[in-house]
């Protein structure tokens, strides 16, 4: 069995930590997983039992203060007054009165509006390296923000609740968190939240930011205002000039690789491939730092010769040390009937991450495994060893191998 497997591990005490420390990360990452967004221990507490129902126009109080103008450069206005979005990669054809596919924008008079405005359902402090990014000022953590909507279907979606609704159908956390509140909040949240350290991130994550594209650069730009740092965790199906304005105010980006054919975007995720190839490309060329995760859907996009042909490009057409997270897949949603990644597929698709020339592969999603610490490139010195989302030491010193003092890629911090 895949999970005793790394049960066995832990009670040998292999890797120095508790059964309970243990027990309590599994049960953390248990439920977890869907790609650009991350397991919840909120959407258990929140958003379990709310009915993802789609808001018909009518419902949408165009006065609301939650629902404002979306630049005219983000779309057209097309036949009279039906628009076409230029947001995300979807490119959608809205007629008159209508609710877009994600759930957050909607055309009144010809006009786009987005309805995802300063009303988050998720505003709170996790470790940075849930995005999964691990080469990011690794045991930090970040103010997580995320509105409902999403403009993908994933069938294996983890935050199904928030992602396939509208922000109307789900219970926010306030209807008036403005970018300057969301700031505050991030430079107060360890009083708050009685963390031992102060929170200089914010992450969107748990839905697709795409989905709240206007919100999220407000947010970012004020970030950078007060000298935080930002990033986006998504499914990169967005539109280059989209892509290209937000760059500037987001310092990391952790964009999925949902699979490596049309076909599976398609049936698995109701997206296409080459924008989000090329979303990955952009951010590349920007000198910004990416981290790519992929999930490895059991009979799905798990074939190893895939996994080789995904892993190839990523090295050929982005470079080798672009960290790649195998991570595995949980049922969930409407993939509940599949069986959980095993262990040895995804040891597999490490190996091939390997010899194809990754520098910083992981395993993802398997708390206690060796694959989740970073190891540096050249010496093999273990310079950050973590419990699942948790680090648990830390062996670099200005972004170097303490050991060898190789320049480590990533924006590390100090350590
Ligand atoms: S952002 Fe929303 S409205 Fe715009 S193209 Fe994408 S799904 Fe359609
Ligand atoms: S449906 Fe949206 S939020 Fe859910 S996994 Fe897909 S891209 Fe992420």
Same mark, same amino acid.
């Given at each position: 069995m895949a999970g005793g497997e790394n049960v066995a591990r832990v009670r040998d005490g292999k890797n120095g930590y508790s059964r309970r420390e243990f027990a309590r990360e599994l049960s953390r990452w248990g439920a977890a997983l869907g790609m650009c967004s991350v397991m919840s221990s909120v959407l258990g507490r929140r958003a379990e039992g709310q009915v993802a129902t789609m808001t018909t126009?009518?419902?949408? $109080?165009?006065?609301? =203060?939650?629902v404002v103008p979306v630049k005219a450069k983000y779309y057209k206005t097309v036949d009279e007054k039906a628009i076409r979005c230029f947001i995300c990669a979807r490119n959608c054809y809205l007629p008159e009165g209508k609710t877009c596919h994600c759930y957050t924008h909607i055309n009144r008079d010809g006009k786009l509006y987005t309805t995802?405005?300063?009303? =988050?359902?998720i505003l709170q402090p996790d470790p940075i390296e849930q995005g999964p990014l691990h080469h990011f000022y690794p045991g930090t953590r970040a103010l997580y923000v995320a509105t409902a909507g999403c403009m993908l279907r994933c069938l294996y979606c983890q935050n199904w609740q928030i992602s396939q609704a509208t922000p109307f159908d789900v219970r926010v956390l306030g209807t008036d968190l403005d970018a300057k509140k969301v700031v505050h909040l991030c430079k107060t949240a360890h009083e708050k939240y009685q963390l031992s350290e102060p929170i200089d991130t914010i992450a969107f994550s748990y839905t697709d930011p795409i989905a709240f594209y206007e919100y999220m650069t407000s947010i970012a730009k004020e970030a950078k205002k007060n000298k935080l740092k930002t990033v986006m965790v998504s499914s990169a199906y967005i539109r280059p000039s989209a892509l290209k304005d937000i760059l500037p105010y987001i310092d990391a980006f952790c964009f999925t690789l949902k699979g490596f054919t049309n076909e599976f975007y398609d049936k698995v995720c109701g997206a296409t491939l080459e924008p989000v190839q090329e979303a990955m490309r952009i951010v590349v060329k920007a000198g910004k730092w990416l981290e790519i995760p992929i999930l490895l859907v059991p009979g799905y996009n798990d074939d190893m010769e895939l996994v080789r042909a995904m892993t190839r490009w990523i090295v050929q057409e /982005? @470079?080798?040390?672009?960290p790649v997270h195998y991570a595995r897949f949980f049922p969930k949603y409407k993939m509940r009937h599949l069986q959980q990644t095993p262990v040895k597929t995804l040891k597999m698709a490490y190996q091939i991450a390997k010899e194809e020339g990754v520098k910083y592969p992981y395993i993802a999603? /398997?708390?206690?495994? $060796?694959? @989740?610490n970073t190891y540096c490139h050249n010496c093999g010195a273990t310079i950050v060893r973590r419990l699942g989302v948790k680090v648990l030491e830390i062996n670099f010193k200005n972004g170097r191998c303490k050991k060898c003092k190789t320049k480590i890629p990533g924006i590390l911090g100090k350590g």
């Open positions: 126009a009518k419902e949408v $109080d165009i006065n609301s =203060p939650n995802a405005w300063n009303n =988050p359902c /982005l @470079g080798d040390t672009v999603n /398997l708390p206690g495994c $060796d694959e @989740g």
